[in-house]
């Protein structure tokens, strides 16, 4: 089972016992499945080279920042180690693409749920694209005859108070925090992840959202 935790490092714990009972026929409690993911983790991490190194190379001008502090044992500070206290990415197709989003960013944090309970911040921002005035007037026109009782109580409310289209600008077309919302969603289930997978399903996530 250890290379399908390699193979989906997301993978919920009780999906991993419904695997292995399907698999093997073989029944393991919560607390054994959830160390064998944690111990084929730590493998992974030890075994594979540094993700935010690769990335750094085959992504160049890729950012990357990392704060350490010393490592001190019986009042001698170790020169040869440090730990690890956090570090900001942001992958280089991301930075060119903030050329096109609306101005604004939705700054959030998200708790990891796994062996480093720290909180993990996203900037997210939207493409530009918004929707114009005569295409919404045609959308409402549709939905008025089909729902005229409905939209006789909408028509009693101006149409800058709750469209973009006529929002003249206000919040950049931009109405609610939902975008951040939807982000911490994608990345539930890596949030459990080590920090090296963490990093690494980043990447894997936004390059298929380039590739789409």
């Given at each position: 089972?250890?290379?399908?935790?390699?193979?989906?490092?997301?993978?919920?714990?009780?999906?991993?016992?419904?695997?292995?009972?399907?698999?093997?026929?073989?029944?393991?409690?919560?607390?054994?499945?959830?160390?064998?993911?944690?111990?084929?983790?730590?493998?992974?991490?030890?075994?594979?080279?540094n993700p935010i190194i690769i990335f750094q190379?085959?992504?160049?001008?890729?950012?990357?920042?990392?704060?350490?502090?010393?490592?001190?044992?019986?009042g001698v500070q170790d020169n040869l180690c440090?730990?690890?206290?956090?570090?900001?990415?942001?992958?280089?197709?991301?930075?060119?693409?903030?050329?096109?989003?609306?101005?604004?960013?939705?700054?959030?944090?998200?708790?990891?749920?796994?062996?480093?309970?720290?909180?993990?911040?996203?900037?997210?921002?939207?493409?530009?694209?918004?929707?114009?005035?005569?295409?919404?007037?045609?959308?409402?026109?549709?939905?008025?005859?089909?729902?005229?009782?409905?939209?006789?109580?909408?028509?009693?409310?101006?149409?800058?108070?709750?469209?973009q289209a006529y929002d003249e600008g206000r919040?950049?077309?931009?109405?609610?925090?939902?975008?951040?919302?939807?982000?911490?969603?994608?990345?539930?289930?890596?949030?459990?992840?080590?920090?090296?997978?963490?990093?690494?399903?980043?990447?894997?996530?936004?390059?298929?959202?380039?590739?789409?």
């Amino acid at each position: 089972m250890v290379n399908s935790d390699k193979a989906n490092k997301s993978i919920h714990v009780k999906s991993l016992i419904a695997e292995i009972k399907s698999r093997y026929g073989y029944f393991v409690t919560y607390k054994k499945a959830w160390m064998e993911k944690e111990n084929a983790l730590v493998m992974d991490s030890t075994t594979e080279t540094n993700p935010i190194i690769i990335f750094q190379e085959s992504v160049p001008r890729t950012i990357v920042e990392y704060v350490t502090r010393s490592f001190i044992i019986d009042g001698v500070q170790d020169n040869l180690c440090y730990i690890f206290e956090r570090v900001f990415w942001a992958f280089k197709p991301c930075i060119d693409d903030f050329n096109y989003y609306k101005p604004i960013v939705q700054v959030d944090g998200a708790f990891l749920t796994g062996k480093y309970h720290r909180t993990l911040l996203t900037a997210i921002s939207q493409d530009g694209y918004e929707m114009k005035q005569l295409t919404l007037q045609l959308k409402l026109s549709t939905l008025r005859s089909q729902f005229q009782q409905a939209f006789a109580w909408i028509d009693q409310i101006p149409l800058k108070k709750w469209t973009q289209a006529y929002d003249e600008g206000r919040r950049y077309d931009h109405m609610t925090t939902n975008l951040a919302e939807c982000m911490n969603f994608v990345l539930k289930g890596a949030r459990s992840l080590s920090i090296c997978a963490l990093v690494k399903t980043t990447f894997e996530i936004t390059k298929s959202w380039f590739v789409e």
